[in-house]
Each structure stands twice: as structure tokens, then as C-alpha cells.
């Protein structure tokens, strides 16, 4: 054999041998009588010529153990192997790796001639006119033994080899070699040749964690099984005796001495000529050993597998379906949003404290399918999408949505003044914010939490109907833990509830806030979509629903309106400039009595995609920026959830919200006129002067701050004065103020 620059040299392998010798079919019932009756004559004609005694009596216990025997059909033994996680375009996601290793079934079509004529040259060159077992081998096996010669060859032939890897375990008793001989004689006599060289190829470990051939293919090759050629079939048929020792990264020198031994061997077969053999060359084998699991799982992609996970045992996917049955899991999640949401995510943290964690869900509101989903960069630790958080002023959206359901419209007015409770707590807005007294619409741009929670007092039912809105929207009604969400456990509800005092899920927030985008109909999160098995059956499939109208759509419409706006007042986070309308809010919850924060939101949508966005730490502790200035809502999260939206919706037509239909004889916004403010005056100086403004106290009576009734007499400025009104912070909330429930 002769000898190149990178080993053996051989020609390449072309496609005209595609049509050599197939492993014979199955057999008919007289062929597989004629063959029992011939494995009988071999038995007893040796008892004859050795020791009649006690072979006769071997071969009766043999006859009886091999009558006695029920071997499973093809198809009926179940190996473990991986299930593959795909989003919805088909790309992986994540494989489900059982402990066994990498192995998925491939049907015999689609595994090269080739390679299965290799795989035969090296385990066992009878395969096709052996019943089973092979005498032969039996003493090749033995010679090798004495000789010392490890590519003699083993006695067991591929059958044996199946039958020791499934049925009966490879302990090293005779009374297990002995059965293993009866079950191997009885299915090749059963079965069809193609059947068990499927079987076989299917199982046998080739080394580097990769059980069968299509998991051989990509650790040793990086390659597709149908793309194998005859230098690589060698390799990989010759790894199957040892393939630690037969490694090619390993031992490159005891491999090539194996691969040149099975070319030879697939001349001995007829497989490929001489010159074919010697004009081969023994193909570059990827430098990585191949990964045992899912690589894929360590990062972000892992908590999305960990979720599908959950939801297969609710499909009525067995555990064992999903350990044998090679499953192609096909899910919501576009790959554009999913991209979007990691990104975002990732990118606008970079710089900040190491201590800083974020989650971000975004939601199909017309199907509930989970598009994008990021609950942490460490696939295999805690995922913040499940985690249950306070929300702050994102909840109150659900007393807004309670007060419409109760005919309430968006022009109702309150008062923006501190609240003084009866039990002497008080609520506060966040630094001090206020309108005097404003609509339902800009209380809720400006989140003012002594609006809201003067609403919610308003409500028949008060906080319970805030709960009981937010659960029709698709807060669930009990939490993952078997806890009633929403309440305190005696089943009361606080008043905090609308200022977001109850803890509630990432995820559940982004299916929430799609409720109202889909005009009240509510849609269940989810990430399946489709289940296939190895033969491609189709084990589950959703079909698309109309869902469940959970609010009416004037409700969630005239909600969708009054959100509009606050994206863009909240800190200039409109999407693609103010080109593509959407609905949010923020929300931030402080951290006790220590007047910083610890939970920041932003959750938000538009007709096709709903996403929340949530920022806190590690530990639950103080939620301060890279400056160290105190993270709100309207901060990095809604920065986030710009990013994310604007990557996710990229290309994607830009769509309208519904009009909304009049409550209580009010459709949308209201106008309402800008209230009195603080203002200053400057006088108009020259055009050359530079000269800085001058401040003056407004004349008038303080009722609350920004609320100013001018005294009787009192002018206005001089006309050759400017008035400034001071500007407004970006709108934001704290929570309820100290005292506060």
C-alpha cells in the first residue's frame, strides 16, 4: 500500500460503486426454516466429532433457550437519542442530550453504501451468509489471541454486537454469551439483514461521545451522514474496535494502520477494487473532541430548552418519548426577535455593574407564541423571566383597564395631591411629580401614583378589581409554585396592588400587555408549535385559535391609547423615531425604606409583538447605573426595549392600532389643557448682551406644587418678557412613598 505526505494514499471515491452489493432482504419462512434446520445440523454434527455428551446436551439447552426467546421486531427496541430544538425557520436551538451521549436514528437510505460496506469490512466480512454468529471469527478471534494480533478481528459478529449493546449487557459470564449466541441466531433468522445493519449503525459508540453514525459524522467530520465519503466511511468504521486507541487526534498512527485494514477488508468483500483501495487518502479529522452535550445549552438557548422541556410534559409527550424518540421540536421563536432580545439585552448592559441582571420576553399577541425570550446568559442557572418580581407602576395598567370596564372613561379627573390613607399610611408621587388635578390619560403618561390609587378607591371592589383585571389580561390566577398570585395569604388584597406591590412573571407581563395589543383577546404563552418522532410522524401540532375574549375590545383599545404616548415621554424612547406606533409603561419598585430602587420595567407593544423588559441585580439589592445614579423604568430598561423592539420589527410593515369606541362617551385621549405651572420670567435682553436670566417667584396662592391660583389684580408679565415653564422630569414612579402599603 502506498504512502503520502498525510498517510496512506488513496484516490478519491466515485459515485459509480453507489450501486454495490445492499445487505440482502428478509427472508421467507421456508429460507428461515431451512436455516434453523442448518444450525441445528452444525450443532449436533459437532457434538458428533468432539464430545457427544455434553455438546448434545449444550445443544438441547440451546434449542429449548432459543425456542423460548421472543426477539423484539425491528423498530421495537428503544435507544435513547437526541432530540433537536429548532426555532420557527428551522435553525437549532438546542439539542436534548440523554446520558447515553449524541446519537439520533437515521433510516439505512440515507447512510452511504459506502459506509455500510466499510462498517461490515470491519466487524464482520460475513455479515450477509452468517446466521448470527460466525465460526469463523470465532477462530480468527482466538488466533489473534495467541498471536498477539489485535486486527485479527473479534469473534462476535455485528449482529452479536447489536444484540450485546441492547439486550443483553456486555457481562463476562457464559451464561450471558450463551444467551446473547441464541437471541443473535434467532433474530437474524427473524429480521432482515438491512434491518439489523440499521439497528447497528444506529447504536455502536464510535468514540467521542457520539453514539451511531450521524452523531460519528459531525464529531469526526463536521459533515451531514449523507455526505460521507469512502476515505471517511473507513475512518469511521475503523474507530468502532477501540475508538479511544483508534482516535486519529489521539493515536494518528494505529488509526491509519485500522483504516488501511478496512480498505483492505472492503477489497476482500468486493466493496471497491485494488487500485480504488490504494489510491485513497486518509482524510483530515476535525482537531475538537466532539462535545458529550449541547454546547448550546450553556447560554442563553438553554433556559429556552429548559421551557419547552416543561411544556412537553403538559403536550402528552412522554419523558420516554422525548429520551428515544429522536424528536424535531419546532417553537415559536423567530430568530430575528430572539437575536433582538439577547443583543439588546447584552449590549446596553455592557459597562454597567457586574451585579445588574435583565430578562426580556417578547410575545406574539395574535397567537401567544413565545417570539423571543431571554432569561439570563447562563443557560444552566436562574432564569429572570420566571422569576416572580415586583412590577411597579407597569400595574397600573390593570386599574386603568378595571375603571373602563366600569364605564369609567379616560376624562374622569383626580387630584394629584399626596394621598392620606385612613390607617395613617400616605401615597407619594415619585419626586414630588404632580398635574393638580389631571385625567385617567396623562396621570397614567406621568404615572402618578396618588391618581391611580384615588381610582382604585374609586372601583367597585376597590383592589380586588385591579387583581381581578390583571388575571383576565393573563397574570395566572396561581404561580408556578401552586401559590394564588395577587393576594396576601390569608386571600386579601392590599391596595398596593395597583402600584405594583404583588409579584408577578416576566413572561406573564409581556402575555398580559398582549392581551390589550389583540384587542382583549387572550392567547396562552407557549413555545411549541410542532412534534415530530425520528420517522418524521407528527406527534403534536398546534392549530391556530382564535382565543379567548377576555376584555372588551373598547377596553383594551382606549387602554392601548392611553399608553401611546409614554415611550416617547418617557425619556424620547419612541420606536424608529416616533415612525411606529406603540403602547407602554414603566414601572420601578424601591427598595424598602432606603429611597433607591431594586425592580425596574418597561413592557410594552404594538399590534405584532408585545415585550417586557426587566432590570434589577443578582441579589435583589440596589439598582444603581454605571455612574451610580439610581436605574428608573423610564432608564435602561425602556432603552432596552427600544433597542430590542426596533431590531425585532426591522423590516416588518409598520402597523396602526384599532380606533378605540366611546366609554362613557369618550373615545381615546382626551384633550385636556396644560395645567397652570412654576414658571419663570426672563426679560428679553438686547440682541448683544448675553447677560443670564433672572428668576421671579410667581405671584399667586400654592395648592400643590405646580398647581398656582394668581391673586386678584396680578398682571401678567410685561409683554417684553418671555415665560418659561420649568421643565418637566421624565415621568417615572418610585412606588408607593415611605408609609405607603
Given at each position: 500500500?502506498?504512502?503520502?505526505?498525510?498517510?496512506?494514499?488513496?484516490?478519491?471515491?466515485t459515485s459509480e460503486h453507489d450501486g454495490g452489493r445492499p445487505a440482502s432482504a428478509g427472508r421467507t419462512p421456508v429460507q428461515k426454516k431451512r436455516r434453523i434446520h442448518k444450525v441445528i445440523a452444525w450443532i449436533i454434527g459437532l457434538g458428533g466429532a468432539l464430545l457427544p455428551g455434553f455438546v448434545l446436551v449444550m445443544a438441547a439447552v440451546f434449542l429449548f433457550t432459543y425456542a423460548d426467546l421472543s426477539v423484539p421486531a425491528p423498530g421495537d427496541i428503544k435507544q435513547s437519542q437526541i432530540a433537536t430544538v429548532v426555532d420557527s425557520r428551522g435553525g437549532e436551538i438546542a439539542k436534548i442530550v440523554p446520558p447515553e451521549g449524541n446519537r439520533t436514528d437515521v433510516p439505512i437510505e440515507e447512510i452511504p453504501l459506502v459506509l455500510q460496506?466499510?462498517?461490515?469490512?470491519?466487524?464482520?466480512?460475513?455479515?450477509?451468509?452468517?446466521?448470527?454468529?460466525?465460526?469463523?471469527?470465532?477462530?480468527?478471534?482466538?488466533?489473534?489471541?495467541?498471536?498477539?494480533?489485535?486486527?485479527?478481528?473479534?469473534?462476535?459478529?455485528?449482529?452479536?454486537?447489536?444484540?450485546?449493546?441492547?439486550?443483553?449487557?456486555?457481562?463476562?459470564?457464559?451464561?450471558?454469551?450463551?444467551?446473547?449466541?441464541?437471541?443473535?441466531?434467532?433474530?437474524?433468522?427473524?429480521?432482515?439483514?438491512?434491518?439489523?445493519?440499521?439497528?447497528?449503525?444506529?447504536?455502536?459508540?464510535?468514540?467521542?461521545?457520539?453514539?451511531?453514525?450521524?452523531?460519528?459524522?459531525?464529531?469526526?467530520?463536521?459533515?451531514?451522514?449523507?455526505?460521507?465519503?469512502?476515505?471517511?466511511?473507513?475512518?469511521?468504521?475503523?474507530?468502532?474496535?477501540?475508538?479511544?486507541?483508534?482516535?486519529?487526534?489521539?493515536?494518528?498512527?494505529?488509526?491509519?494502520?485500522?483504516?488501511?485494514?478496512?480498505?483492505?477488508?472492503?477489497?476482500?468483500?468486493?466493496?471497491?477494487?485494488?487500485?480504488?483501495?490504494?489510491?485513497?487518502?486518509?482524510?483530515?479529522?476535525?482537531?475538537?473532541?466532539?462535545?458529550?452535550?449541547?454546547?448550546?445549552?450553556?447560554?442563553?438557548?438553554?433556559?429556552?430548552?429548559?421551557?419547552?422541556?416543561?411544556?412537553?410534559?403538559?403536550?402528552?409527550?412522554?419523558?420516554?418519548?422525548?429520551?428515544?424518540?429522536?424528536?424535531?421540536?419546532?417553537?415559536?421563536?423567530?430568530?430575528?426577535?430572539?437575536?433582538?432580545?439577547?443583543?439588546?439585552?447584552?449590549?446596553?448592559?455592557?459597562?454597567?455593574?457586574?451585579?445588574?441582571?435583565?430578562?426580556?420576553?417578547?410575545?406574539?399577541?395574535?397567537?401567544?407564541?413565545?417570539?423571543?425570550?431571554?432569561?439570563?446568559?447562563?443557560?444552566?442557572?436562574?432564569?429572570?423571566?420566571?422569576?416572580?418580581?415586583?412590577?411597579?407602576?407597569?400595574?397600573?395598567?390593570?386599574?386603568?383597564?378595571?375603571?373602563?370596564?366600569?364605564?369609567?372613561?379616560?376624562?374622569?379627573?383626580?387630584?394629584?395631591?399626596?394621598?392620606?390613607?385612613?390607617?395613617?399610611?400616605?401615597?407619594?408621587?415619585?419626586?414630588?411629580?404632580?398635574?393638580?388635578?389631571?385625567?385617567?390619560?396623562?396621570?397614567?403618561?406621568?404615572?402618578?401614583?396618588?391618581?391611580?390609587?384615588?381610582?382604585?378607591?374609586?372601583?367597585?371592589?376597590?383592589?380586588?378589581?385591579?387583581?381581578?383585571?390583571?388575571?383576565?389580561?393573563?397574570?395566572?390566577?396561581?404561580?408556578?409554585?401552586?401559590v394564588k398570585t395577587l393576594q396576601n395569604p390569608d386571600g386579601g388584597v392590599e391596595g398596593g396592588v395597583v402600584l405594583g406591590q404583588y409579584d408577578s412573571r416576566v413572561i406573564d407581563m409581556a402575555s398580559a400587555y398582549g392581551t390589550l395589543a389583540a384587542s382583549g383577546m387572550f392567547h396562552s404563552p407557549h413555545f411549541v408549535q410542532k412534534v415530530e418522532n425520528s420517522k418524521g410522524e407528527v406527534l403534536y401540532e398546534r392549530t391556530d385559535n382564535q382565543g379567548e375574549r377576555r376584555l372588551p375590545a373598547e377596553v383594551a383599545d382606549n387602554t392601548t391609547a392611553a399608553l401611546e404616548p409614554i415611550a416617547a415621554y418617557s425619556n424620547g424612547n419612541a420606536l424608529d423615531g416616533g415612525e411606529r406606533p406603540s403602547a407602554s409603561k414603566?414601572?420601578?419598585?424601591?427598595?424598602?425604606?432606603?429611597?433607591?430602587?431594586?425592580?425596574?420595567?418597561?413592557?410594552?407593544?404594538?399590534?405584532?409583538?408585545?415585550?417586557?423588559?426587566?432590570?434589577?441585580?443578582?441579589?435583589?439589592?440596589?439598582?444603581?447605573?454605571?455612574?451610580?445614579?439610581?436605574?428608573?423604568?423610564?432608564?435602561?430598561?425602556?432603552?432596552?426595549?427600544?433597542?430590542?423592539?426596533?431590531?425585532?420589527?426591522?423590516?416588518?410593515?409598520?402597523?396602526?392600532?384599532?380606533?378605540?369606541?366611546?366609554?362613557?362617551?369618550?373615545?381615546?385621549?382626551?384633550?385636556?389643557?396644560?395645567?397652570?405651572?412654576?414658571?419663570?420670567?426672563?426679560?428679553?435682553?438686547?440682541?448683544?448682551?448675553?447677560?443670564?436670566?433672572?428668576?421671579?417667584?410667581?405671584?399667586?396662592?400654592?395648592?400643590?406644587?405646580?398647581?398656582?391660583?394668581?391673586?386678584?389684580?396680578?398682571?401678567?408679565?410685561?409683554?417684553?418678557?418671555?415665560?418659561?415653564?420649568?421643565?418637566?422630569?421624565?415621568?417615572?414612579?418610585?412606588?408607593?412613598?415611605?408609609?405607603?402599603?
Amino acid at each position: 500500500m502506498n504512502s503520502g505526505p498525510d498517510g496512506p494514499n488513496r484516490s478519491s471515491w466515485t459515485s459509480e460503486h453507489d450501486g454495490g452489493r445492499p445487505a440482502s432482504a428478509g427472508r421467507t419462512p421456508v429460507q428461515k426454516k431451512r436455516r434453523i434446520h442448518k444450525v441445528i445440523a452444525w450443532i449436533i454434527g459437532l457434538g458428533g466429532a468432539l464430545l457427544p455428551g455434553f455438546v448434545l446436551v449444550m445443544a438441547a439447552v440451546f434449542l429449548f433457550t432459543y425456542a423460548d426467546l421472543s426477539v423484539p421486531a425491528p423498530g421495537d427496541i428503544k435507544q435513547s437519542q437526541i432530540a433537536t430544538v429548532v426555532d420557527s425557520r428551522g435553525g437549532e436551538i438546542a439539542k436534548i442530550v440523554p446520558p447515553e451521549g449524541n446519537r439520533t436514528d437515521v433510516p439505512i437510505e440515507e447512510i452511504p453504501l459506502v459506509l455500510q460496506q466499510a462498517v461490515i469490512a470491519a466487524e464482520d466480512r460475513e455479515f450477509e451468509e452468517n446466521a448470527g454468529f460466525s465460526i469463523s471469527g470465532y477462530g480468527r478471534a482466538a488466533l489473534g489471541k495467541i498471536t498477539g494480533r489485535e486486527d485479527a478481528g473479534g469473534g462476535s459478529t455485528i449482529t452479536q454486537q447489536y444484540v450485546k449493546n441492547v439486550l443483553t449487557g456486555d457481562e463476562a459470564s457464559y451464561q450471558r454469551k450463551f444467551r446473547e449466541l441464541a437471541i443473535s441466531t434467532k433474530m437474524a433468522n427473524e429480521w432482515s439483514k438491512q434491518d439489523i445493519l440499521a439497528a447497528y449503525l444506529n447504536t455502536i459508540y464510535f468514540g467521542r461521545g457520539a453514539y451511531g453514525v450521524s452523531a460519528a459524522s459531525k464529531a469526526y467530520f463536521n459533515k451531514d451522514i449523507r455526505d460521507i465519503t469512502l476515505p471517511e466511511a473507513a475512518v469511521l468504521a475503523s474507530s468502532i474496535r477501540s475508538p479511544s486507541y483508534y482516535d486519529p487526534a489521539t493515536n494518528l498512527q494505529a488509526a491509519e494502520g485500522r483504516w488501511s485494514y478496512v480498505l483492505d477488508g472492503m477489497v476482500t468483500t468486493g466493496a471497491i477494487t485494488e487500485e480504488e483501495a490504494a489510491a485513497q487518502q486518509y482524510p483530515k479529522v476535525v482537531d475538537q473532541q466532539a462535545e458529550t452535550g449541547d454546547p448550546a445549552s450553556n447560554g442563553p438557548n438553554g433556559l429556552i430548552k429548559r421551557q419547552v422541556l416543561a411544556e412537553l410534559g403538559t403536550l402528552n409527550i412522554s419523558e420516554e418519548e422525548i429520551r428515544t424518540g429522536g424528536l424535531r421540536v419546532t417553537t415559536t421563536i423567530d430568530p430575528q426577535v430572539q437575536n433582538a432580545n439577547v443583543s439588546s439585552a447584552n449590549d446596553l448592559r455592557e459597562g454597567e455593574p457586574n451585579d445588574i441582571r435583565t430578562a426580556v420576553v417578547s410575545i406574539d399577541p395574535r397567537t401567544g407564541g413565545v417570539k423571543g425570550y431571554f432569561g439570563g446568559n447562563d443557560g444552566n442557572g436562574y432564569d429572570y423571566a420566571q422569576a416572580d418580581l415586583q412590577t411597579g407602576s407597569s400595574f397600573k395598567v390593570f386599574a386603568l383597564v378595571a375603571a373602563l370596564e366600569q364605564g369609567i372613561p379616560l376624562s374622569k379627573n383626580y387630584s394629584s395631591a399626596p394621598f392620606e390613607g385612613a390607617g395613617g399610611f400616605t401615597v407619594n408621587n415619585s419626586d414630588g411629580e404632580s398635574c393638580g388635578s389631571c385625567n385617567l390619560a396623562t396621570a397614567m403618561k406621568m404615572s402618578l401614583n396618588t391618581v391611580y390609587y384615588r381610582l382604585m378607591m374609586d372601583l367597585n371592589g376597590g383592589p380586588n378589581a385591579v387583581a381581578e383585571a390583571a388575571h383576565r389580561a393573563g397574570i395566572p390566577e396561581v404561580s408556578n409554585s401552586g401559590v394564588k398570585t395577587l393576594q396576601n395569604p390569608d386571600g386579601g388584597v392590599e391596595g398596593g396592588v395597583v402600584l405594583g406591590q404583588y409579584d408577578s412573571r416576566v413572561i406573564d407581563m409581556a402575555s398580559a400587555y398582549g392581551t390589550l395589543a389583540a384587542s382583549g383577546m387572550f392567547h396562552s404563552p407557549h413555545f411549541v408549535q410542532k412534534v415530530e418522532n425520528s420517522k418524521g410522524e407528527v406527534l403534536y401540532e398546534r392549530t391556530d385559535n382564535q382565543g379567548e375574549r377576555r376584555l372588551p375590545a373598547e377596553v383594551a383599545d382606549n387602554t392601548t391609547a392611553a399608553l401611546e404616548p409614554i415611550a416617547a415621554y418617557s425619556n424620547g424612547n419612541a420606536l424608529d423615531g416616533g415612525e411606529r406606533p406603540s403602547a407602554s409603561k414603566t414601572g420601578t419598585t424601591q427598595l424598602g425604606d432606603t429611597g433607591l430602587n431594586k425592580d425596574a420595567w418597561m413592557v410594552g407593544y404594538t399590534p405584532q409583538l408585545s415585550t417586557a423588559v426587566w432590570v434589577g441585580t443578582d441579589k435583589g439589592g440596589a439598582l444603581k447605573n454605571y455612574s451610580g445614579a439610581t436605574i428608573y423604568g423610564s432608564g435602561l430598561p425602556a432603552q432596552i426595549w427600544r433597542t430590542a423592539m426596533n431590531r425585532a420589527l426591522d423590516g416588518q410593515p409598520i402597523e396602526s392600532f384599532p380606533e378605540p369606541t366611546e366609554i362613557g362617551g369618550v373615545a381615546g385621549v382626551p384633550y385636556e389643557a396644560p395645567p397652570e405651572t412654576y414658571t419663570t420670567t426672563t426679560a428679553r435682553p438686547p440682541s448683544t448682551t448675553t447677560a443670564p436670566p433672572t428668576t421671579t417667584t410667581p405671584p399667586g396662592v400654592t395648592l400643590a406644587p405646580g398647581v398656582v391660583i394668581p391673586l386678584p389684580g396680578q398682571a401678567n408679565p410685561d409683554p417684553d418678557t418671555e415665560t418659561e415653564t420649568e421643565p418637566t422630569l421624565p415621568a417615572e414612579e418610585g412606588g408607593p412613598g415611605r408609609g405607603s402599603p
